[in-house]
């Protein structure tokens, strides 16, 4: 078992930057590649970032590529999401998961999800 706790989220203005966070517990952390995924109001969970478990590897939406970078911290059992260039179309609930088989994309190969945390950028 995994527990995951995002935050970070907030308001921000159209152009401006956020950092979330996930922290992880449980199990070993190290073990897992790590995902972040975002639901906006109305519509399905969507792929955002996702990286190995060793941090070598990452891989990205074609929607954030240039502006979103994400991290992690295998000795404090940390994952990350650097956002810059905030647009509007960026506000969503955003998830970070622990992947478990399968393609990085897909919310099917993720095992454990945190409760989210509200990401909402003004224009």
């Known amino acids: 078992q995994v527990q995951l706790v995002e935050s970070g989220g907030g308001l921000v203005q159209a152009g401006g930057s956020l950092r979330l966070s996930c922290a992880a517990s449980?199990?070993?952390?190290?073990?897992?590649?790590m995902g972040w995924f975002r639901q906006a109001p109305g519509k399905g969970r969507a792929f955002v970032a996702a990286i190995s478990w060793s941090g070598g590897s990452t891989n990205y939406a074609d929607s954030v590529k240039g502006r979103f970078t994400i991290s992690r911290d295998n000795a404090k059992n940390t994952v990350h999401l650097q956002m810059n260039s905030l647009q509007p179309e960026d506000t969503a609930v955003y998830y970070c998961?622990?992947?478990?088989?399968?393609?990085?994309?897909?919310?099917?190969?993720?095992?454990?999800w945190g409760q989210g945390t509200q990401v909402t950028v003004s224009s």
């Open positions: 449980g199990r070993t952390f190290s073990n897992y590649a």
């Open positions: 998961a622990a992947h478990y088989s399968g393609t990085y994309a897909y919310t099917s190969g993720y095992k454990y």
